[in-house]
């Protein structure tokens, strides 16, 4: 098993198993990618894929359990590079980060602009999702760390280190008649029109277990990955939105009025997400304490011993 083979087959699924979008994303050609899949399941004596009229819809079942060894191949040789990279050069190189669209828009700018000042060379890269897709890519080494709300999912390769409490807060439209009201309850909430995340942030399905234990049902008529997508339509008095304090600036949003719910809804956690087993170069480490000051490198490689020691053990 060669390290390229490793790699295609890892790239095919993240393309949902298109050929022509994993050649292209490894800049090689479509028959290339086909002959090295070909020669890997030649090599171990098993199919790979499913495949129907010469088209992979699947993997077998042996596949399932190669591509978990084949992403911690890649991931450890990853890790490996990084570990070389720091020590030919601590002040360049890249810095991949998986967060939510809020937290992209309004809770990391202030931290990117003090990381770029002090590194210069690194190149920074923002990739947006849910918490499930995100805590994928930190599990598969696609991002070296995230910032987001923990998956749906447990996700026993991860270490989850706690930055913060995110609020809640409900907005409205200025005439909304929720304004006059101090502490709004859950069934008064109930009988507007409500925008809100996606089901799968973690953050909608604890708002509607709380809905739920009350025997209520609100209307939902839009929801939305992006926090300014569902301020946008709250101002045109579409409906309601339950989202994240920091998503509101009263200067910005003169024309929006913000409700603290902190009496109905327990705010939402969020951490920093890791790979176990990775290794985090020095500005990665410095990343991460500028965001969190209380994560330092000290408590971040403690805890990265401990979850590493627990899984060993």
């Given at each position: 098993m060669k390290l390229n083979q490793v790699r295609f087959l890892c790239e095919i699924v993240d393309r949902d198993l298109n050929i022509s979008a994993a050649a292209a994303a490894l800049r090689t050609s479509q028959p290339g990618v086909s002959r090295h899949m070909q020669s890997l399941e030649q090599e171990i004596g098993t199919r790979l894929f499913v495949r129907r009229n010469r088209r992979i819809v699947g993997l077998t079942k042996a596949g399932q359990a190669i591509l978990v060894v084949a992403r911690r191949i890649v991931a450890d040789v990853e890790s490996a590079q990084r570990i070389a990279n720091e020590f030919s050069s601590r002040d360049s190189g890249t810095l991949l980060i998986a967060t939510t669209p809020t937290h992209a828009r309004y809770a990391l700018p202030r931290t990117i602009q003090t990381f770029v000042k002090r590194y210069p060379k690194v190149r920074l890269s923002l990739r947006q999702g849910n918490p499930t897709e995100i805590a994928g890519w930190v599990a598969s080494g696609t991002v070296d760390l995230s910032i987001a709300a923990a998956p749906l999912a447990p996700?026993?390769?991860?270490?989850?280190?706690?930055?913060?409490?995110?609020?809640?807060?409900?907005?409205?439209?200025?005439?909304?008649?929720?304004?006059?009201?101090?502490?709004?309850?859950?069934?008064?909430?109930?009988?507007?029109?409500?925008?809100?995340?996606?089901?799968?942030?973690?953050?909608?399905?604890?708002?509607?277990?709380?809905?739920?234990?009350?025997?209520?049902?609100?209307?939902?008529?839009?929801?939305?990955?992006?926090?300014?997508?569902?301020?946008?339509?709250?101002?045109?008095?579409?409906?309601?939105?339950?989202?994240?304090?920091?998503?509101?600036?009263?200067?910005?949003?003169?024309?929006?009025?913000?409700?603290?719910?902190?009496?109905?809804?327990?705010?939402?956690?969020?951490?920093?997400?890791?790979?176990?087993?990775?290794?985090?170069?020095?500005?990665?480490?410095?990343?991460?304490?500028?965001?969190?000051?209380?994560?330092?490198?000290?408590?971040?490689?403690k805890a990265m011993t401990a979850s590493n020691q627990r899984r060993t053990g």
């Open positions: 996700a026993p390769d991860l270490v989850l280190l706690h930055c913060y409490d995110l609020q809640r807060i409900l907005l409205t439209r200025p005439s909304h008649p929720l304004h006059k009201l101090k502490k709004p309850l859950l069934s008064e909430i109930a009988q507007y029109p409500m925008i809100t995340y996606d089901a799968l942030f973690t953050g909608r399905s604890k708002i509607a277990e709380d809905f739920k234990r009350l025997g209520l049902n609100p209307h939902i008529v839009l929801s939305a990955t992006d926090a300014d997508v569902m301020k946008a339509y709250v101002k045109l008095g579409l409906g309601i939105a339950i989202l994240g304090s920091i998503a509101f600036d009263p200067a910005q949003d003169k024309d929006l009025r913000s409700i603290d719910v902190g009496h109905l809804f327990k705010p939402n956690p969020i951490y920093v997400g890791l790979r176990k087993d990775t290794y985090l170069r020095t500005y990665a480490l410095d990343f991460v304490e500028i965001f969190a000051p209380k994560l330092t490198r000290t408590k971040i490689e």
